[in-house]
């Protein structure tokens, strides 16, 4: 019988590894699920580059998950089918409670920066509401699950000694979509993100209502399916894309990001424990 000396095994076992003879569960690719509601063209523009990215510094290929809906990356996130998610604040906190393994592990700075955003009431101008003004009024709203949909415009009612349900509102999906009903007149008021409502100020639009600061959209991973190893290696990756690596990254996550951490969250929960925030609209 022939003796295969121990150097030449070892050789051979590398050159197996290196060639990708790697066990199929090692191989795998990584779930991700972008935010729902978008084409898919649309989000491969946006994604694709930093998810190579994140692939290389984890040896490893990062797939997009399409979904629905928020609902449906929640489902799927608690049921061990998504490694990572793009969630905003709500969603986070939602599935934080639901399902303890989820880990904060970067948020992405805002255009200016920071690492955090406000919620606003946007109204037309002309019409010369405040946001006391806003009872028995309809409402444009993004989604259930949008951190400046319910949850946020109801806070900045009741701050207004008002709430939503002393309104009419409607879903509308997308902040864009809120500020063009409003500014159709379509809508007395809606709740979207500051700066969407900015972006349609030449469109008559007036901020009367402005929450809190709250923190950005962040990378969240399943920590019952990737490492503590593995979820530091992701953070690091991402905290140290230089901006030339970023530019070709999407409008939402190309501004850099900071460690997050799961008391980042606290003023949502806060105005969540105020809110109980129906899934329909109450027209």
């Known amino acids: 019988m022939k003796i295969v000396h121990p150097a030449r095994l070892l050789l051979a076992t590398v050159f197996i590894f290196q060639a990708g003879g790697l066990p199929a569960h090692a191989a795998e690719p990584l779930a991700f699920a972008p935010l729902p509601m978008e084409s898919p063209e649309t989000v491969a523009s946006q994604w694709k580059p930093a998810l190579d990215y994140l692939g ?3 040896g490893t290929r990062l797939r997009i998950e399409y979904s629905e809906s928020n609902a449906t990356i ?3 996130f608690e049921a061990g089918k998504l490694d990572l998610a793009y969630l905003g604040p709500l969603p986070y906190v939602v599935l934080k409670e639901r399902f303890p393994a989820a880990v904060p592990v970067a948020h992405f700075n805002e255009k200016d920066g920071q690492p955090y955003y406000t919620c606003a009431i946007v109204v037309l101008a002309e019409r010369k509401l405040a946001a006391k003004d806003l009872r ?9 699950y949008s951190t400046c949909g319910y949850l946020a415009t109801d806070g900045m009612l009741r701050r207004a000694g008002s709430d939503l349900e002393k309104n ?26 500051t700066a969407i ?21 962040a990378l969240v991973a399943n920590g019952a399916r990737l490492s503590p190893e593995r979820i530091a290696a992701l953070r690091a990756a991402l905290i140290g894309a230089e901006p ?3 530019a070709t990254w999407g409008d939402n996550i190309r501004h850099g990001a900071v460690p997050a951490a799961d008391q980042d969250y606290d003023a949502v929960r806060k105005l969540r424990a105020r ?8 027209f």
Do not use: M
């Open 56 to 58: 290389k510094a984890l």
């Open 74 to 76: 929640l489902e799927k």
């Open 136 to 144: 028995g009024k309809t409402i444009a709203l993004t989604n259930p």
């Open 168 to 193: 009419r509102y409607r879903y509308f999906n997308q902040h864009d979509a809120v500020a063009l009903a409003v500014a159709r007149g379509d809508y007395d008021a809606g709740g979207l993100k």
């Open 197 to 217: 409502g900015n972006k349609y100020a030449h469109l008559g639009l007036q901020i009367v209502a402005e929450s809190p600061p709250l923190t950005s959209f």
């Open 244 to 246: 030339a690596q970023r």
């Open 275 to 282: 809110a109980n925030i129906p899934e329909k609209d109450n």
